[in-house]
T-cell receptor, first 113, second 115 residues
Framework: EADIYQTPRYLVIGTGKKITLECSQT?????MYWYQQDPGMELHLIHY???????EKGDLSSESTVSRIRTEHFPLTLESARPSHTSQYLC????????????FGDGTRLSIL | AQKITQTQPGMFVQEKEAVTLDCTYD???????LFWYKQPSSGEMIFLIY??????QNATEGRYSLNFQKARKSANLVISASQLGDSAMYFC????????????FGTGTRLTVIP
């Protein structure tokens, strides 16, 4: 069973606040990812990382930033939340080989008022 | 061009019947992997099954099987003996060997199992 954890599970917060979504995995995976997903819609890759000190932007432009100081930790930060940031954010990790699946956390459902 | 195409926004199936969810893909990479994920209403993504481009046989995992037709670039998911708990969104995804080696997801199919 995959060991990847996201907190918080749900967050309702006001406009202009700084938000950090946490993601941690205990599998020692090099690659980690953040996806944004609106309800019932497809997943959009917004950030990924090959390993420590590596961060890359994904296919969908996002105002969020990420960091990868430790292998197991890949937090996502929004400096000033806006209603347009309301969405579900999914974190995933994988080994680097093409036949290895990405393992997902339970997601954070973010609502900006 | 879309890397992964799922043409069925929604599907209905009677409980205990089999259902096929369609997925076609587009790649020029000779080495790639195909994945199916299930997403219940609670939101988490659950890995179901994997098929490699060089695998000779279709992948199977319990009630899930993958109908892999390489020449047609299709990787349809077959769920046998549907259960009420199978009601969920299902996403097809592809991972290429080259490039960033990330997953490309389709738009998903919402499956509803009818009692």
């Amino acid at each position: 069973e995959a060991d990847i954890y996201q907190t918080p599970r749900y967050l309702v917060i006001g406009t202009g606040k700084k938000i950090t979504l946490e993601c941690s995995q205990t599998m020692g995976h090099d690659k980690m990812y953040w996806y944004q997903q609106d309800p019932g819609m497809e997943l959009h890759l917004i950030h990924y990382s090959y390993g420590v000190n590596s961060t890359e932007k994904g296919d969908l432009s996002s105002e969020s930033t990420v960091s990868r100081i430790r292998t197991e930790h890949f937090p996502l930060t929004l400096e000033s939340a806006r209603p347009s940031h309301t969405s579900q954010y999914l974190c995933a990790s994988s080994e680097r080989w093409r036949n290895q699946p990405q393992h997902f956390g339970d997601g954070t459902r973010l609502s900006i008022l | 061009a879309q890397k992964i195409t799922q043409t069925q926004p929604g599907m209905f199936v009677q409980e205990k019947e089999a259902v096929t969810l369609d997925c076609t893909y587009d790649t020029s990479d000779p080495s790639y992997g195909l994945f199916w994920y299930k997403q219940p209403s609670s939101g988490e993504m659950i890995f179901l099954i994997y098929q490699g481009s060089y695998d000779q046989q279709n992948a199977t995992e319990g009630r899930y099987s993958l109908n892999f037709q390489k020449a047609r670039k299709s990787a349809n998911l077959v769920i046998s003996a549907s259960q009420l708990g199978d009601s969920a969104m299902y996403f097809c995804a592809m991972r290429e060997q080259t490039g960033a080696n990330n997953l490309f997801f389709g738009t998903g199919t919402r499956l509803t199992v009818i009692p």
